[in-house]
Structures are given as structure tokens and as C-alpha cells.
């Protein structure tokens, strides 16, 4: 009698037990559904919408599909966000040469220059926008009086639309290089010391070691930090805002698609236009992460 109902006892427990992964994750996709699901499909509503200042909406069609395709300013933010982020993915292959100084056997104090190298990626944002505002102040800057000592009279930096572009590139690759020197000086001390001693057996150099060894063995940290960093780049926004502010007068051609959303939704009041600007952003970092994905096939090596 026992032998006969033990399996209808033990198929309701793993029935009562089968809930408990669903409650645990319940949380999680509670969250997951009202802070992103839940907004990308409030955008893609709203981009068919129009809306007044007192908050009225109106069903717009495809107007502001239609204003997408016309706005002269679109061109230009999205060129300025493409040179932007291809800027700062140069700080990946600087970021690779750093690590592995860091990393070296018998280099003292490779702790402390660690700490030193992510200290910028601990302070405040703003905070650095606007140290930086100063170091490229046309009138008493360092950099322009550094250039004055070679006689060479340098620009408004923040003030002229190409030289801004520049200014505030060059911060955002300094700012992305902390977390870049961490994430890969830890995959360099993950690289098994005996591939380094059978490479110099055959005779390979320092440099053939590092384009043999080091290069391949980090493509997974490198790809990580291209898809990270490329993101990050289509998001240039606050370092944008605090160096140059409203109202720069180079603002107008140096603004990235995340400023054109911002100054459409809050100063424009077109939360329409807005959206589909916003649903512009997602669509260009979602090919571009696909694409990188795809291409990462051909050279990532995770053996």
C-alpha cells in the first residue's frame, strides 16, 4: 500500500516546489518589465502622439516619423555621436597598452598606480566636466598656455563646434579609461604564465609575445569593453551638458541625439518627436551591438 501512493506524494511535491523559481523571479521581472519593457513600449506609443503643454494628447500619425526624416539637425547629432564614440574606442587599445605595464612582475606600487588609474571613474561626473572646462578655457586654460609656450595661440575650445566635439572626445576617453585598465588588467593576470615561457623557448620577443599571447587572449575583455564603451558613446550626454551648458553658441552643431532628445522633450516640449528620436537611439545602438556581435565570430578567441 505504501509502494503504491509514494509517487502521487512525491509528483505533488515537485508540483508545490515547481512555484518557488517563479516566485524568486518574480522580483526580478517585475522590475525588468516596469523599467524596461514598460518604457520602450510607452515611447513607441507616444512617437504616434501629440502633445500640448498642459499634457493633452492627440493622435499624430506618422507626423513625427514624417519630422524625423526632415529635421536638418539629426544629420549632424548623429555624426556628432558616431565621431564621439569612435574617439573614445580608441581609448581600448591605450587601455591595453597601460594594463600591461601595470601588470608586469616586479613593477612596485602596481597596486597603488591601479587605484590611481580608477580614481576618475569614482568621482562625480559633473565634477570632471567642469575641472575640464577649465583646463580648455581659452583665456587661462592649461592647454592653450602649454601651446602658448611653442607659440602656437589655440582655440576656444568649447565655444568653436569642431574644436568642442574634440575638447569633450578627448574627456570622454580619458573618463572611459579606468574601467578599460581594471577589466583588462584582470584578464591579463588570468593568461597562464607557461604560454609566455613557451613563446620565448621559440624565441619570440617582447612585442611578438604581446601581438602572440597577450593580443588574442584578451580579444573576449576587448570585445566586452568595445560593446560597453560603444553603448556608453551613443549615450554622450552629461559630459556634453556640464562642459559646453545651454546656452554655448556652438551647442546647436556640436549636440549628440541624446541632447536633441533632451532639448526636444524638455525645453521644446515635443515629447512626441522626442520619442521617436529616443526609438532612433535604441535602433542605431541595436544594430550597432548586433553588428559587433556578428563581426566578433572572426576574431575573439575564447580558447
Not at 254 to 275: C, D, I, K, N, P
Request: proline share 6%; no cysteine.
Amino acid at each position: 500500500m505504501s509502494h503504491d501512493t509514494a509517487p502521487p506524494i512525491r509528483r505533488r511535491r515537485r508540483g508545490r516546489d515547481g512555484y518557488w523559481p517563479l516566485v524568486f523571479l518574480a522580483p526580478l521581472m517585475i522590475g525588468v518589465v516596469a523599467f524596461y519593457f514598460w518604457p520602450i513600449l510607452a515611447t513607441v506609443l507616444n512617437s504616434f502622439a501629440s502633445f500640448d503643454p498642459f499634457g493633452g494628447r492627440t493622435f499624430a500619425g506618422l507626423e513625427n516619423y514624417r519630422t524625423l526624416l526632415s529635421d536638418s539637425f539629426i544629420p549632424r547629432a548623429v555624426l556628432n555621436t558616431a565621431v564621439y564614440t569612435a574617439i573614445v574606442l580608441l581609448g581600448i587599445p591605450i587601455a591595453v597598452g597601460v594594463a600591461s605595464l601595470l601588470t608586469q612582475k616586479g613593477l612596485r606600487f602596481s597596486r597603488f598606480y591601479q587605484v590611481l588609474f580608477f580614481l576618475p571613474a569614482v568621482s562625480m561626473p559633473v565634477a570632471v566636466a567642469l575641472v575640464w572646462r577649465m583646463i580648455f578655457n581659452q583665456e587661462f586654460g592649461v592647454v592653450n598656455w602649454a601651446l602658448s609656450l611653442i607659440g602656437i595661440e589655440g582655440p576656444y575650445w568649447v565655444t568653436a563646434p569642431w574644436w568642442a566635439l574634440l575638447a569633450v572626445s578627448v574627456v570622454g576617453l580619458w573618463a572611459s579609461l579606468p574601467l578599460a585598465v581594471i577589466i583588462l588588467s584582470a584578464g591579463l593576470q588570468g593568461i597562464p604564465g607557461e604560454l609566455y615561457e613557451a613563446a620565448q623557448l621559440d624565441g619570440a620577443g617582447t612585442l611578438r609575445q604581446f601581438r602572440s599571447v597577450t593580443v588574442p587572449l584578451l580579444t573576449p575583455s576587448i570585445f566586452f569593453l568595445m560593446v560597453i564603451t560603444a553603448i556608453n558613446g551613443f549615450q554622450l550626454f552629461d559630459l556634453l551638458f556640464a562642459m559646453m551648458g545651454q546656452s554655448n553658441p556652438a551647442m546647436a552643431d556640436t549636440q549628440s541625439l541624446v541632447y536633441l532628445f533632451y532639448s526636444e522633450a524638455f525645453r521644446q516640449h515635443e515629447q512626441g518627436y522626442a520619442s521617436v528620436i529616443a526609438l532612433l537611439i535604441l535602433a542605431i545602438i541595436g544594430v550597432f551591438t548586433l553588428l559587433q556581435f556578428r563581426v566578433q565570430k572572426r576574431w575573439v578567441h575564447y580558447d
